[in-house]
């Protein structure tokens, strides 16, 4: 018999780099499959589900015959909610022509790169990273360049090493609020990506998906820097900011000329996003942003109980709590890496965090957490981790 004919390079590489990192997500889920009872504070999705007022706007425009092919691009009402919430949070004049709305930020990353990359350019990305990035610029055929950030940096990324490897290169990714480190760049940080940009001629992608979850610091998008907005490709989402991680919509905001090809894209591609939902997204829109900070304000109230909760010991740092939704602790006090850490705090306390490593090499020797759980649950399972990590400094020091 014959076998299948071979698959593009492109698909096959898009994991080419080994192991996705999402290893002990995946073995938490199996234990809770198999009746454990296991804390999970792994991935980014809220505690709660999308408010029954927006469902009820979801249900409504289904019944009210949203139901057929909708407008590729985004309706126009959607595209001017997305610009409206845009020129409000950033003072930079935004048209619906500058918006291509998407079936989640996902989609609006990979579309970001399709735009900005040819096959074979490099695509520089920010490290710790979100797990998608090196995979997503694969998928466009475009090779990943990490650029490091470090703990000791507070993870802001440092403009001499972004520099050094931008000759060249087509785009640059960033992220802030930051997922994993939460770090929210500062204006410096902002002001050095936005030169390096204009320097070498790249497209940045700000991928701004938690820009409603900024605890210290402001967010800054970096499209508002001087002639940034020709080159800034922003991707943002309604999973984060107004929890409806499942409805799948998302958005880039770019300069026209780049939209009206995204558009070709969309069109040959996903062919858009179900009417219902972009229905569902209008009204959700339409609630501002007192309903954003209500969806946001569990993370603030845990990220104190974090902080109080550090407090009280010396062993485990966290650097960054500035924005998003996760605590990014240091545990290299404890001799272990991450993913021990994590592997044996499963194991024995049945408490699933991410290894630093799952998000790259920057961090290594860190847990993140996600404050996914209700305050409660949270206060108790943290306080649990900083037990075990104890216990585990004090058998390190008794075999020294
Ligand atoms: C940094 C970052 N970008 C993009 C996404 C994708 O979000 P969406 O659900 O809108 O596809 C996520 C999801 O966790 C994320 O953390």
Redesign the pocket.
Known sequence: MKKSPKLSTRITEISAAGPDGWDLFRRARAMIAAGEQVIELT???HDIRTAPAILQAMHDAAKQGHTGYSAIPGTPTLRAAVADRITAQTGVVTRPENILIT???????FAAHHAACDEGDTALFIDPY?A?YPGTIRSVGAIPLAITATPEHGFQPQSNHIAAHAAGASSLLI?SP???TGAVYTAETHAEIARICLDHDLWLIS?E??DSQVWDGTHLSPRALPDMAKRTLV?G????SHAM?GS???WICGPEEAIEHLINLATNTNYGIAGFVQQAAIFALAQGPAFEAEIAAPFERRRKITQALLAGQNLVQASTMQG?MYAMLDIRATGLSGESFAEALLQQEKIAVMPGESFGRAAAGHVRVAMTVNDDAYRDAFARLLQFAQNLAGTQKRRA
């Open positions: 991935i980014g999705e079936p989640g930020g996902q989609a609006a990353l979100y998608t992220n930051n997922n994993p991928d998906v938690y991707v989402s309604l999973s984060k991680t799948r919509v998302g998003a």
